[in-house]
């Protein structure tokens, strides 16, 4: 199985930006399509963004579109979430997730279709 852990949360104004990161280990990185989620207190886990395991197929939530970017570099085994123009109703606690993807093309979007996930980081924006 594949192991992450997910950081660079923080605390942040309103218009900032921060660039998350989650570091896999364990099984061979480029096997595998990843998420990123969301989780604010009180609500469900949501999806923010995912990326193909070739990092060429990129999909968002609506609610990230124009403002996050999701990209990987498979030489470091690791995934990025950019994140720009941060509002007050970003805040949460972000997760990555791993999900084995047989094509290059593959990526999923809903909570159960990842079995491996980071522990989260959290991430505050201020008004």
């Known amino acids: 199985q594949v192991q992450l852990i997910d950081s660079g949360g923080g605390s942040v104004q309103a218009g900032g930006s921060l660039r998350l990161s989650c570091a896999a280990s364990?099984?061979?990185?480029?096997?595998?399509?990843m998420g990123w989620f969301r989780q604010a207190p009180g609500d469900e886990r949501v999806f923010v963004a995912a990326?193909?395991?070739?990092?060429?197929?990129?999909y968002y939530a609506n609610s990230a579109k124009g403002r996050f970017s999701i990209s990987r570099d498979n030489t470091k085994n690791t995934v990025y979430l950019h994140m720009n123009s941060l509002k007050p109703g970003d805040t949460a606690v972000y997760y990555c997730a791993a999900a084995s993807a047989t094509t290059q093309y593959t990526l999923w979007t809903q909570v159960n279709d990842y079995p491996y996930w980071g522990p989260g980081t959290q991430v505050t924006v201020s008004s």
């Open positions: 990326i193909s395991r070739s990092g060429g197929t990129t």
């Open positions: 364990g099984r061979t990185f480029t096997n595998y399509a």
